[in-house]
T-cell receptor, first 111, second 115 residues
Framework: DQQVKQNSPSLSVQEGRISILNCDYT??????FLWYKKYPAEGPTFLIS?????DKNEDGRFTVFLNKSAKHLSLHIVPSQPGDSAVYFC??????????FGTGTRLQVFP | DAGVIQSPRHEVTEMGQEVTLRCKPI?????LFWYRQTMMRGLELLIY????????DSGMPEDRFSAKMPNASFSTLKIQPSEPRDSAVYFC?????????????FGQGTRLTVV
């Protein structure tokens, strides 16, 4: 049973526009959410996170929004750049620090 | 710190052979995770150690898979016997838990191909 779901396997966005990546989860007890970015032949790297007590966290071009009632989080990238092209994973944790990941969304930013 | 170090980067083996993947976590980290990346399931947690003790191995697919962490600086994931469906990229990650931030740092992965 997939507790963290990323229903869009891929997304294509023009450079300079906004990229919105979505993630849904099933366990309302998750207390921490993270986004990771992965380039080919590399391990995932941490991008941004949000605690369940907040609904927004911003870091430069990256903003994560959390809607607890809908069990939904999203990552906004503005403006999108070609270097943002990668696979993005959302992850959730519950007390134990064990991270549960989604299946990933491949973002392609074209000129 | 060099980050999480995994070896080998690539492994090609024949079905039925034993495969051992190795991981050196970041010094000072107290949690270590083994993940497997597949198209269908994304990053799937196999097993999680805290202070060298296995805490949750519910993600280990079957008895052919085993993992050990004999000390704070080394862990292995073993598959015996290996099967073609085990082909995937295996990642090791480590973190410093209990600090309120569960960011995990990943190694570069081992791409396993079982033929």
């Amino acid at each position: 049973d997939q507790q963290v779901k990323q229903n869009s396997p891929s997304l294509s966005v023009q450079e300079g526009r906004i990229s919105i990546l979505n993630c849904d989860y099933t366990n309302s007890m998750f207390d921490y959410f993270l986004w990771y970015k992965k380039y080919p032949a590399e391990g995932p790297t941490f991008l941004i996170s949000i605690s369940s007590i907040k609904d927004k966290n911003e870091d430069g071009r990256f903003t994560v929004f959390l809607n607890k009632s809908a069990k939904h989080l999203s990552l906004h990238i503005v403006p999108s750049q070609p270097g943002d092209s990668a696979v993005y994973f959302c992850a959730a944790s519950l007390n134990t620090d064990k991270l549960i990941f989604g299946t990933g969304t491949r973002l392609q930013v074209f000129p | 710190d060099a980050g999480v170090i995994q070896s080998p980067r690539h492994e090609v083996t024949e079905m039925g052979q034993e495969v051992t993947l190795r991981c050196k976590p970041i010094s000072g980290h107290n949690s270590l995770f083994w993940y497997r990346q597949t198209m269908m399931r994304g990053l799937e947690l196999l097993i999680y150690f805290n202070n060298n003790v296995p805490i949750d191995d519910s993600g280990m697919p079957e008895d052919r898979f085993s993992a050990k962490m004999p000390n704070a600086s080394f862990s292995t994931l073993k598959i015996q016997p290996s099967e073609p469906r085990d082909s995937a990229v295996y990642f090791c990650a480590s973190s410093l838990t209990g600090q309120g931030n569960t960011e995990a740092f990943f190694g570069q992965g081992t791409r396993l191909t079982v033929v």
